[in-house]
């Protein structure tokens, strides 16, 4: 049976939640293995519409297993509210995991990360202030509390006291803020222990003994393969790995990957600080912003949009080994006259086509446009690729044809009943 990791191609936001939600329905296990609630993904299915940031979107297929894995950063205050609010809409989390060697996210984690981006100013990184850059900083640094630790108190005071010494010397010291109390951090992360007890497992054997079962697994990916530490925009990028080669670290497996499915979106979008060399700070940036309902799941901000990017849509499509594509919101290009593709950038009178390493460099780049006609025409109820017009269709297979990768789904509204399949990745339960 098939694992297929879903990566974002781009910086985010690329739609991955509405594709997991579909193949979703016919896969046995939903595997988060990177990011935390910094992250979110938004699924309009027969349930409703629902953003979640930690809980996998397998969560509305009853009979798949939702896995946190050690590779996320979770917050149980956010965690128990999204349980809670899928739990009032009828939707059964009994079959969601928690890894417990997951890292927690703390208070002073959350309080530190608004701190510096306060400190920073105008040259802030622009993070959600969800505490995760700091969170996986004290991973690296072995100074993290993993999920394991809510579940031993006396085990849980003695690691968080050092710490919290530690942090609130940087808090009042560096910061001039007031110091957390320990007593209180210490009661409140007790009680989300209690109430996340019954969720807590070693989910690395889940995940073997699926394997083993030859289960059909998907692996969600947070965020995209621009914003990861290594290969992204740094130091504008995200503290986990966003790349298909994440996963299995994330989540205790080998790398076993049947394919790796890159999820873009059809013209390109950021939130927060760092460059996007096609960003249009225009009327057509608006447009794309109002058409597309541009505004990010976790915070709200108003992403910044422009057009396709296919020198960065190469570089993620190469890092991450993408075996398809799925391509999401074609039909907020339905009434563009006219759509430009970047094929190239200028920087310093020389023509790139790869992408640089350098944020500095990136910023500097000017993008080297191909310009195709626009269809002018409503996409949103076709479900047959050879049915759209033929514009959308040269446009699709010029991306295709850049990236170097089939584009084997397209999404042409919110709905998970709004795709066209040309390359299906799954077969039905029936005919497997």
């Known amino acids: 049976m098939p694992v297929i990791a879903v990566i974002g191609g781009q910086w985010g936001d690329e739609g991955k939640g509405r594709v997991i939600d579909l193949l979703a329905e016919q896969s046995d296990v939903v595997a988060r293995f990177s990011g935390g609630a910094n992250a979110g993904h938004t699924v309009v299915n027969q349930r409703g519409r629902f953003a979640l940031h930690l809980v996998p979107s397998g969560i509305f297929n009853p009979e798949a297993d939702c896995i946190i894995g050690n590779g996320v950063a979770v917050d149980p205050a956010s965690l128990l509210e999204e349980i809670e609010s899928l739990q009032k809409a009828s939707i059964s989390t009994e079959r969601l995991y928690i890894s417990d060697r997951a890292q927690v996210v703390m208070p002073y984690h959350q309080l530190l990360d608004r701190l510096e981006e306060e400190r920073l100013g105008g040259s802030a990184l622009g993070t959600t202030r969800r505490g995760i850059g700091p969170t996986f900083a004290d991973k690296a640094a072995r100074l993290g509390i993993r999920t394991a630790d809510l579940l031993d108190p006396p085990g849980f005071r003695e690691r968080l006291a050092p710490i919290l010494e530690l942090k609130n010397a940087i808090i009042t010291k560096v910061y001039g803020s007031p110091a957390l109390d320990l007593e209180e951090v210490y009661t409140r992360y007790l009680d989300y222990g209690r109430r996340l007890r019954g969720y807590i497992r070693e989910t690395h054997l889940l995940m073997q003994a699926a394997l083993a079962q030859n289960k059909r697994i998907i692996l969600e990916g947070a965020q995209g393969a621009m914003l990861d530490v290594d290969f992204g925009t740094y130091p504008y990028v995200t503290s986990s790995s966003p790349l298909a080669a994440g996963a299995a670290g994330g989540l205790g497996i080998p790398a076993r990957l049947n394919r790796a499915l890159g999820v873009y979106k059809a013209y390109v979008t950021r939130v927060g600080a760092g460059p996007l060399p096609t960003e249009l700070d225009d009327t057509m940036g608006a447009a794309l912003r109002d058409w597309g309902m541009e505004y990010g799941a976790t915070t709200g ?79 949103q109820d076709i479900r047959r690729f050879g049915d759209l017009p033929q514009r959308a269709r040269r446009y699709v297979r010029r991306l295709q044809g850049l990236i170097g990768c089939p584009v084997g789904m397209i999404s042409v509204g919110d709905s998970r009943e709004q795709m066209i399949q040309r390359r299906p990745l799954l077969r039905s339960r029936a005919a497997a």
């Open 301 to 379: 901000r108003p992403r910044r949009c422009g057009w396709f990017d296919a020198v960065a849509a190469r570089h993620s499509a190469r890092i991450s080994g993408f075996t398809d594509i799925a391509l999401t919101k074609l039909d907020v290009l339905d009434r563009c006259p006219a759509i430009k593709v970047c094929t190239a950038y200028q920087l310093d009178g020389q023509t790139l086509t790869t992408f640089p390493a350098s944020a500095a460099a990136l910023e500097r780049c000017t993008p080297v446009y191909e310009e195709l006609e626009g269809w002018q025409q409503p996409t």
